[in-house]
């Protein structure tokens, strides 16, 4: 599937502010039942759906007070820039190179965590979080979209050469690439949690 038309400036604005809102949405979510197990150690949380689909199981694990209130405040304030940033580009804004950088190193830093996260649930917890899991979607678009948007711009400036060609390629085949990049988490997730979902099929 090629994509030699994508025109990011007009369609990133878009990707930013839905991003911000539903990871806004989502962390609102995680920050609620984190309180609420902590005032009540038996709460049980709306996305508590089978033993595999379990918030309540990584929220109250070692590895998930890792992802703890301090980083949902984060992400808060993260969610935030992106919805905004979203709104001020389809206001016509022309935002700085070190505005552009900054919000490539902060989408770096979410891959990363979510990356990690993923992990950490499927590899330790056991456990997958339905929340955590769009959240993943979402930081991980914004990343692959943000970060081309910035090559495209000059803002991140590649040498010249091949790296030149291996982008033309990747950028042609953006969508495929973003696509793999899922499928291969969900075949990852879908081989560790087939005792459970095995028996479906």
């Not at 502010?17 to 949380?45: C, E, F, R």
């Not at 990584?58 to 905004?84: C, H, M, N, W, Y």
């Not at 990049?181 to 028996?199: C, Q, V």
Request: charged residues 10%.
């Amino acid at each position: 599937m090629s994509k030699r038309k994508l025109r990011l400036p007009q369609i990133l604005p878009y990707i930013l502010i839905v991003a911000g809102i539903i990871g806004y949405i989502g962390t609102s979510m995680l920050l609620y039942d984190k309180l609420q197990l902590l005032n009540n150690p038996h709460y049980i949380p709306s996305c508590n759906l089978n033993p595999v689909l379990s918030c309540g199981s990584v929220i109250t694990s070692k590895q998930g007070e890792r992802f703890s209130l301090p980083t949902d405040f984060i992400g808060f304030g993260a969610f935030t820039v992106l919805a905004v940033t979203g709104v001020v580009l389809l206001a016509g804004a022309k935002l700085k190179r070190w505005y552009w950088l900054g919000l490539e190193i902060g989408s770096i830093f979410g891959v990363i965590s979510v990356m990690g996260l993923f992990i950490e649930s499927v590899y330790f917890i056991h456990a997958l979080c339905p929340v955590c899991m769009t959240i993943w979607v979402i930081t991980i678009t914004t990343f692959w979209y943000v970060t081309l948007y910035n090559i495209d711009q000059g803002h991140i400036r590649l040498p010249k050469g091949k790296s030149q060609s291996v982008y033309a390629w990747i950028r042609r085949h953006h969508l495929d690439l973003l696509l793999t990049w899922f499928l291969i988490i969900a075949l990852l997730i879908l081989k560790h949690f087939w005792y459970y979902y095995g028996r479906y099929f």
